[in-house]
């Protein structure tokens, strides 16, 4: 498809995201990164902990305060001051699946308030029949009976308790759903229906996924396109497939050689690369944001763009920056 | 096989927690030959009784937990018999020492991380004094920590996670144990940080003669550092045999559905195998084989019988009926016989 024909759904300019308020403990969290998200795509947000992933998705939902920058959902900026009737509209089209599904769950409520709490606030309702039937639909929407919105959190187990974190974001009826690390808390066997279940509604309902997470091939699994993200800067972003046969910035290599295969002599063969931030010589060639072919963006200054255009060229050599 | 000396043998082990009234089975009558100098990994879902397994061999069971029946024999004592702390403190870090899932959270943060080693030198070494310091700034450089003296006065808060997990492999080795349970000790971590554990570990386990366990849910990681692989579900090991065989001849269908529901066997834009249903109950008796009521493959007797362990190669062996010689032929999944071919291949080219 032709990227002309794709409509953005989110766009993220140049955001800056500090904690601390003070000059002495200041914290940049996320140094100008920007990246825009089409309609109906998943994409994907990599990094280490501590590389301000999180933090995106947070800023984008609103609950963190951006220090520069802009997010633009649908044509209208969201963050910073806006009016409430645009508050409110945000918050149902933008909604968030959260990682850890024995901590996000109220223990002491109901399924039948948890999944409606978002309903109450905005009062989208008419009246509770409607309400009712709005939450019958969401749980049986991610393959949970009705008869369990009487039951509590604790009587379920942690796959099922993640479809009841999906019920209640779907519910809203969102364009966008911002999701946290959401299977990096669950078992092996059950992370597989919780992806399988996210890519089903996403094409029953067309929605459109920011996934974060730091699990390398369940993120080259769901995703469609993937931004690198090192230390508050997004360092690379390309089509998944693509950046991760042909991973161009150093990071991105060393990121990528790490992946575990379930397969012992590949396993074995396989060749750490490590990232030394010292191999960037920034000092007097600062870096830009570069497209350097159709939309794989990467982090790096003149003289590293023109050995990345090489290995583009000739991917199976081996280089050095 | 070339002849191993077993340095760790349970029979027949049956472990039981009360709940709330009720009797749990978590461990059913499990058996495991551990030999001297390998590195095992024990894979299964959480709940699965892996980690209650390992930590019977240190008299780690919560106060509601028993050994009901069998026996671990170790150095020819039959620990299980073990009834005090006094007993145990003989093997505990002595012999037998892990290292536990969160760096995070399973050290002192009050104290200065070389006082925390020091601390198990002294306990279980006997040596004291700048002796016991000379020995911790070893052991820190070992685990591959770069200026040990400096480090040695920090508190864990300045370390970083992965930091923080060599720091505690380090109290796990300061006492030379013989065996290293590794739970889950590299979940908690970055991608590259894992690496870079994991390998430390297999560097460790030369360096210091270890027989090291790996407890873990995740086949990627064991893939790298396991000589065999045990695959446990509802309390038992259901299949045993080297890291190839497991992984390229895998037979028990559970072990099967554990590997192809790993995204990286999945095809991008379908769906990804899963494993229907949860784990069974514990509370109750299992009846047969205790996968079958989640596996569309299950055959009539999986629900009758419990099936005993059948060889696939003096190494390997699986507790699947499909192995049985009247047993229909049963075709793994896809994405297992692509692994297979694969591997076939390679093995004849």
Redesign the interface.
Known sequence: MDRKDKEKLLEVKNLRVEFGRRKKNKFVAVKDVSFHIYKGETFGLVGESGSGKTTIGRAIIRLNETAGGEIIFDGKRINGKIDKELDKEITRRIQMIFQDPMASLNERAKVDYIVSEGLYNLKNYRDEKERKEMVEKALLDVGLLPEFLSRFPHEFSGGQRQRIGVARSIVMEPELIIADEPISALDVSIRAQVLNLMSELQKKKGLTYLFIAHDLSVVRFITDRVAVIYKGEIVELAATEKLYRHPLHPYTRALFSAIPHPDPRKERAKVLEIYDPSCHDYEDNPPRWVEIEAEHFVLANERELDVYRKMLESPDETYSL | MEEKNIILSVRDLVIKFRLRGDVLTAIREASLDLYEGESLAIVG??GSGKSVFTKSFMGLLDANGWIDSGSIVFEGQDISQYKTEKDWLKIRGDKIAMVFQDPMTSLNPLKSVGKQVLEAIELHQNIRGDKARKKVIEILEDVGIDEPEKRYRQFPHEFS?GMRQRVVIAIAIACNPRILICDEPTTAL???????IL?LLKALQEKYNLTTIYIT?????V??VADRIAVMYAGDIIEIGK??EV??NGQHPYTW???S??????V?GE?????KG?PPNLFYEIKGDAFAPRNPRALKIDFLERPPYFSVSPSHKAKTWLLDPRAPEVHPPESIQV?RQQ?EV?SNG
Do not use: M, R
Request: aromatic fraction near 10%; include cysteine; hydrophobic fraction near 40%.
């Open positions: 879902e959480s996670g970055d991608v590259t940080i894992q690496a870079q390998d849910h995740d086949l990627g990681v893939a790298n890291c190839e992984f390229y559905a554990l590997l529901s790993l995204p990286q066997l999945g991008k769906d990804l195998f899963s494993i949860t692994l591997w390679e």
